[in-house]
């Protein structure tokens, strides 16, 4: 943090939770951490004893659970040093203005695939979002983020945040969802902006659903009020908030209007407008991250076994799962334009995890920035994607500061379930001490 903090009252954590409200409609603005929230040092809340007893409350941690389908075309993607001097592949480059803030891993098993009822993609999805082996329905038990909320959501609007961007129709339960709370249970991902949107802020109100006002003015008297009782830097970083919620909506409206049109799986699904819409949810979601409405989220870029095309990217003679296999629609993961066409794909998946990234970098937060505060762990339900690989498999974590070896690639020795056991008690603290194909923590991975 920029500024130092000096003497002054201090503003609760039960102001920051409880937003810009209006009492005679639902609709709450959340506000973003101001400095006179947080401690001298910046490290925790302060003017707590009111309510809890104690002088300060750490400052909470956040979990978001990131996705994209069909696998990855391993020479473009796994860097062939390991260590902090490590290769940034062509997929991995729109990481490297972030270098420092990541951890690249390769090496994991999904070790709960083995056996499973149905095709590669329907067993290697349950057994990445839960580490438990597919019914013919879904998994067999709870996915790692609904895991995490159960144990994180005290004090948040939502226990946690379903996120998802591609609309298309295709697949069964287990292809369109990411997070399940058990068995038969699939929470479905929020696609469409302006649903996000409303959820987000209560906006019942008919002035914002026939987008003819801003969400803004509904808050106007509460927001010059709090202004008045400011320092100068937090006045500023709260113009600087709303004027984000301000552009956030300028943004959605100016969405064609047929943009939420779901597509049947034998329409031509080219998603003109996929970079957009990503960017999007990104921004809600870290402006739901970081005002508290929840702690855990997931983000689902696109479908399990995903079939839209990438016209953005000039790829538009087959769809995105014809081009890991050789199929006479697509060149084929094993030839060299194959290869190149599953690059490129990557490569975005990777530019739209990174623009969550520095978003999350560049929000601050009492000594740090959000990102400082949040995990977020970037999986994929394969390895090489054209033959369903379900071994050295790869993951990216974020954020964390302090307790991950960030700016290093590392190839580990163990399975999906160590990863994830490793986040929860070691990065999150939340205490599971056991998961479903962990045997060990991935020490290693720890700063």
């Known amino acids: 943090m920029s500024q130092v903090i000096t003497k002054r009252s201090r503003i609760t954590r039960r102001s920051f939770l409880k937003g810009l409200a209006l009492s005679q409609a639902p609709i709450v603005v959340g506000l973003p951490p101001l400095i006179s929230m947080f401690n001298s040092n910046g490290t925790a809340y302060a003017a707590e004893a009111s309510f809890t007893g104690k002088t300060e409350a750490p400052i909470e941690k956040r979990f978001v659970f990131w996705f994209n389908g069909n696998g990855i075309p391993e020479r473009y993607w796994i860097p062939s040093r390991v260590g902090s001097d490590y290769d940034m592949t062509p997929c991995l480059t729109p990481l490297a203005r972030l270098r420092d803030k990541v951890l690249v891993l390769s090496g994991l098993d999904n070790a709960a695939v083995g056996g499973s009822v149905g095709d590669g993609h329907s ?76 959820r987000l802020f209560g906006a019942s109100e008919e002035g914002w659903v026939q987008r003819k006002r801003s969400i803004l003015d509904a808050v106007l008297q509460d927001a010059t009020q709090l202004r008045k009782t400011l ?15 301000r552009d956030l909506e300028h943004a959605i409206t100016s969405l064609p209007p047929d943009y939420h049109k779901i597509l049947q799986p034998e329409e031509d699904f080219d998603m003109k407008d996929w970079p957009r819409i990503a960017k999007l949810q990104s921004d809600m979601l870290a402006y739901a991250l970081v005002t508290g409405q929840t702690r855990v989220a997931s983000y689902m870029l696109t479908k399990c076994q995903g079939l839209a095309r990438f016209p953005w990217l000039g790829h538009t003679a087959a769809r995105h799962h014809d081009y890991t296999h050789q199929d006479g629609k697509a060149p084929g993961e094993t030839g060299a334009e194959g290869q190149r066409i599953l690059r490129d794909i990557c490569r975005w998946h990777v530019e739209e995890f990174a623009y969550l990234v520095a978003k999350l970098n560049s929000i601050p937060e009492g000594a740090g920035t959000l990102l400082d505060n949040t995990v977020l762990l970037f999986v994929h339900e394969h390895a090489e994607a054209g033959v369903h690989k379900n071994t050295g498999g790869i993951a990216v974590l974020a954020g964390s500061k302090d307790k991950v070896l960030q700016g290093s690639h590392i190839k580990v020795a163990g399975t999906i379930g160590d990863l ?28």
């Open 123 to 198: 067993g290697s999805m349950s057994a990445l979002m839960t580490c438990t082996r597919y019914t013919g329905r879904g998994p067999g038990g709870p996915s790692l983020d609904q895991i995490l909320a159960r144990r994180m959501d005290a004090n948040s609007r939502f226990r946690s945040l379903q996120i998802g961007v591609s609309q298309e129709s295709f697949g069964g339960a287990i292809q369109k969802n990411m997070s399940w709370a058990g068995p038969d249970r699939p929470l479905p991902p929020e696609e469409i902006p302006h649903r996000l949107f409303d």
């Open 420 to 447: 994830y056991l490793t986040v929860a008690d070691d990065l999150l603290n939340v205490g599971l001490g056991k998961l479903p194909t962990a045997e060990r923590r991935l020490t290693e991975i720890l700063a």
């Open 231 to 245: 320092p100068r830097e937090d006045e500023l970083r709260l113009e600087e908030h709303l004027s984000s919620i």
